[in-house]
């Protein structure tokens, strides 16, 4: 088992910067994927952005948002830049096994609890 906690969100204007922080605890191994997902209010859950072999983004948070590793303490780390009001949503920091399929919700079997971020117009 994986246990994943997220810290960061909260209420920033548009143009605005966050940052998102996941501490990953338990059977984590260097073969471990981690990625952040969101659910804007009303909608399904969608991938944003994921760290394996290489990094990933999802075209609508590219050049803006970028996610970060720090092997050694188990961190995973997302800096949002030049925040829109679209980026509104719960995000969730998620973990897998080996790199494959880094951007399908139904790829993660572990999940935070989620931390609200709140982009204002």
């Known amino acids: 088992q994986v246990q994943l906690i997220e810290t960061g969100g909260g209420l920033v204007q548009t143009g605005g910067s966050l940052r998102l922080s996941c501490a990953a605890s338990?059977?984590?191994?260097?073969?471990?994927?981690m990625a952040w997902f969101r659910q804007p209010p009303g909608k399904e859950r969608e991938f944003v952005a994921a760290?394996?072999?290489?990094?990933y983004y999802t075209d609508s948070v590219k050049g803006r948002f970028t996610i970060t590793r720090d092997k050694a303490k188990n961190m995973v780390y997302l800096q949002m830049n030049s925040l829109e009001p679209e980026d509104t949503a719960v995000y969730y920091c998620?973990?897998?096994?080996?790199?494959?399929?880094?951007?399908?919700?139904?790829?993660?079997?572990?999940w935070g609890q989620g931390t609200q971020v709140t982009v204002s117009s």
């Open positions: 998620a973990a897998k096994y080996g790199p494959s399929t880094y951007s399908s919700l139904g790829a993660y079997p572990f």
């Open positions: 760290s394996s072999w290489s990094t």
């Open positions: 338990g059977r984590t191994s260097s073969t471990l994927a």
